[in-house]
């Protein structure tokens, strides 16, 4: 089958998808024939996503009540969820002792929790139904630890266990766990985090585009892969890290150095 009919008469749910990678995933499901709903709270890029999608709906993902009431909208509206992607995140990135408590809560209430609340909400459906695949949109940064991410690595670590527990508690049901590691990627997120000269900090990195993400998101998806590492270049330090973490250990301290 053709990419561009892959997803036809699958119902997809895109939280975060008013911006950066969200967007780009919600742009590629619907070319691949997808229905797709997509979530997040700023009204403007709301009513702009309506405008593409199938339904664009506002939802706070720490509302634990704006979550119920998203999912029944979703279920009543189609009776079903085939792909749930949980990409909605926030970044935090700062050194250790500026990181407060209330201030990283927040970060596990979003990347982690929200991932939670929606699934909570909306799993039982997709066990009924005997299908689905829920979708994780991790980060490099939940698979090694790096300096001044503290609370953000917390937050991805957290998100990569739970998926990963997740997916044996699910054996049999006919429900996938994809869970996908990009790199940095050419978004508003760093900025959104106060991280506004990542770039610079960063010089001769190149950062993944968020339509690169989602292609490849898509066809993890239709893979059913456990666990995708996006570009080369990450996979290739997520390798090195497994056989030889003090060789990573020792060129991110020569990078944290600049
Ligand atoms: N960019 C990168 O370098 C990178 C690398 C690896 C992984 N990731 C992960 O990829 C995902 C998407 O990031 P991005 O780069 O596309 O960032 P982004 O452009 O800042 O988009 C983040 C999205 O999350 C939504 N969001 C934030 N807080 C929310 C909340 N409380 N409830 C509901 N939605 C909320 C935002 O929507 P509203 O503002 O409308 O609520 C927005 O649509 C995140 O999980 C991030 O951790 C990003």
């Known amino acids: 089958m053709g990419k561009a009919e892959s997803f036809q008469g699958q ?3 895109v939280t975060g998808a008013t911006s950066g990678i969200g967007l780009a995933l919600a742009r590629a499901f619907t070319a691949a024939g997808a229905t797709v709903v997509g979530t997040g ?3 403007a890029r709301l009513a702009q996503l309506g405008q593409e999608i199938d339904l664009a709906l506002t939802l706070d993902l720490c509302d634990e009540r704006a979550v119920s009431t998203a999912a029944d909208t979703v279920l009543d509206r189609h ?3 085939d792909v749930l992607i949980h990409n909605a995140g926030i970044g935090m990135f700062e ?5 407060d408590v209330a201030a990283m809560q927040r970060v596990m209430d979003v990347n982690l929790y929200g991932a939670v609340r929606l699934t909570r909400a909306l799993l039982p459906s997709m066990v009924e139904q005997g299908s689905g695949c829920l979708v ?9 630890g790096y300096a001044k991410h503290t609370a953000y690595c917390a937050s991805k670590h957290a998100l990569i266990g739970w998926s990963r527990s997740l997916r044996k508690d699910l054996r049999g049901s006919g429900v996938d766990v994809v869970i996908v590691c990009p790199p940095a990627a050419d978004t508003p997120f760093f900025a959104n985090a106060g991280f506004f000269d990542y770039k610079e900090k960063h010089p001769g990195q190149s950062m993944m585009s968020a339509e690169a993400v989602a292609s490849q998101t898509l066809q993890a998806v239709q893979r059913r892969s456990s666990q995708v590492i996006l570009s080369p270049r990450a996979k290739a330090l997520w390798l090195l890290d497994k056989l030889a973490p003090p060789l990573v250990d020792g060129l991110q301290k020569l990078k944290d150095r600049r």
């Open 11 to 13: 119902v997809v749910l």
């Open 41 to 43: 709270r700023d009204q």
């Open 79 to 81: 009776g079903r969820v």
């Open 95 to 99: 050194a250790w002792p500026q990181t």
């Open 136 to 144: 994780s949109i991790a980060s490099v940064a939940g698979e090694r």
